[in-house]
């Protein structure tokens, strides 16, 4: 038995399906799986940006592009 697992809010099918192919020991408990990735890779729909909703800051500072 695994002692670890992945607890998320939001997961997409393809990130799921990499997980699974990696580590198919680990369990997985999500909120919600989203319809899919986009070309930038952000889960569609997704909660937009979270960070910066959450945190109120400019994220575009922070996160490589």
């Not at 319809?35 to 729909?45: C, E, F, G, K, M």
């Amino acid at each position: 038995m695994s002692r670890l697992a992945l607890i998320c809010l939001v997961a997409a099918p393809e990130g799921l399906a990499v997980l699974k192919a990696a580590h198919p020991e680990v369990p997985v408990f999500t909120a919600t799986v989203d319809a899919r990735l986009n070309d930038q890779s952000y889960i569609v729909p997704g909660l937009g940006d979270a960070a910066r909703a959450y945190f109120s800051m400019n994220t575009s500072t922070c996160w490589p592009t």
